[in-house]
């Protein structure tokens, strides 16, 4: 899988929008861009996942640059239980040993009042 | 819908001990996946189910690690004679296990184990 790179940390204020980016320089063109998180003492949360065009669903919006090297995670109206670990992850498609998922260190967002 | 489920949520045991951790993956889903997270690390691999076949156990540190899958449903990993360092917390994630196409892996709460 390709490697990524997240800021450690981000602050947002609760109402407004985190924008979280990543940095997948080294991704290939059957590789997919997700993104998990981990509340603190939970299991990991699936939130969103693409290959080149953006994405949006009821948690977030994904947009993924038109070379694919990088990507922002958005959500628009962060509160405080969106406090959590995000990671942001590159995968093949099943097959191999693409099931095997490892996580980065992520981003620490935490969402202030 | 249901998600993944584990039980139990937490479990204490004194070192020696076996342990039984149990994963209730969602319905439909053919592949299980176990993980296991120690404290500020990341995600370390475990073992794959593919229906009731475990076509990669590459992860298990130890042969007290053993796991099984019945009915293409129910998991158990099964940890004998307990050391400290098993202490961890133990994700399971189960996803559709259609070939060719991403698998989204769907993560249970997790089981934190405390050995003694």
């Known amino acids: 899988d390709a490697k990524t790179t997240q800021p450690p940390s981000m602050d947002c204020a609760e109402g407004r929008a985190a924008n979280l980016p990543c940095n997948h320089s080294t991704i290939s063109g059957n590789e997919y861009v997700y993104w998990y998180r981990q509340i603190h003492s939970q299991g990991p949360q699936y939130i969103i996942h693409g290959l080149k065009n953006n994405e949006t669903n009821e948690m977030a919006s994904l947009i993924i640059t038109e070379d694919r090297k990088s990507s922002t995670l958005i959500l628009p109206h962060a509160t405080l239980r969106d406090t959590a670990v995000y990671y942001c992850i590159v995968r093949g498609n099943s097959g191999g040993s693409n099931y095997k998922l490892t996580f980065g260190k992520g981003t620490l967002l935490t969402v202030n009042p | 819908g249901a998600g993944v489920s584990q039980s139990p949520s937490n479990k204490v045991t004194e070192k020696g001990k076996d342990v039984e951790l149990r994963c209730d993956p969602i319905s439909g889903h053919t592949a299980l996946y176990w993980y296991r997270q120690s404290l500020g690390q990341g995600l370390e691999f475990l073992i794959y189910?593919?229906?009731?076949?475990?076509?990669?156990k590459s992860g298990l540190p130890s042969d007290r690690f053993s796991a099984e899958r019945t009915g293409g449903s129910v998991s158990t990993l099964t940890i004998q004679r307990t050391q400290q360092e098993d202490s961890a917390v133990y994700l399971c994630?189960?996803?559709?296990?259609?070939?060719?196409?991403?698998?989204?892996?769907?993560f249970g709460p997790g089981t934190r184990l405390l050995v003694l």
């Open positions: 994630a189960s996803s559709f296990g259609l070939a060719g196409g991403p698998e989204t892996q769907y």
């Open positions: 189910f593919q229906g009731n076949s475990a076509p990669d």
